[in-house]
Nanobody, 124 residues
């Protein structure tokens, strides 16, 4: 079983950047497909980005494509989300998620492990 802890959230102005990190422990990190989701107040949790466990292929929601970059460091058991050109509509709690030996999925119920979330607030 893997434990996930997110960090790096905060308050930035529109157009700025943030880098989120997710530290994993308790499992073989390289075996997990990793993903980022976000949930804004009053909205459902939505897919943001994911990176496969075996191919490192990256997947992005259309709303963040070209602005966000997901990457992983299997030696450090971390996955990061570099967020550039931030917009007020990116404001949400961002969650890290993991699923072992898996294809990339886009729905929250498809992931087995979750972090506690980190707040990202973008001011206009």
């Amino acid at each position: 079983q893997v434990q996930l802890v997110e960090s790096g959230g905060g308050l930035v102005q529109a157009g700025g950047s943030l880098r989120l990190s997710c530290a994993a422990s308790g499992g073989t990190f390289s075996s997990y497909t990793m993903a980022w989701f976000r949930q804004a107040p009053g909205k459902e949790r939505e897919f943001v980005a994911a990176i496969g466990w075996s191919t490192d292929k990256r997947y992005y929601a259309d709303s963040v494509k070209g602005r966000f970059t997901i990457s992983r460091d299997n030696a450090k058991n971390t996955v990061t989300l570099q967020m550039n050109s931030l917009k007020p509509e990116d404001t949400a709690v961002y969650y890290c998620a993991a699923k072992k030996y898996s294809y990339v999925y886009y729905r929250p119920p498809d992931y087995d492990y979750w972090g506690q979330g980190t707040q990202v607030t973008i001011s206009s």
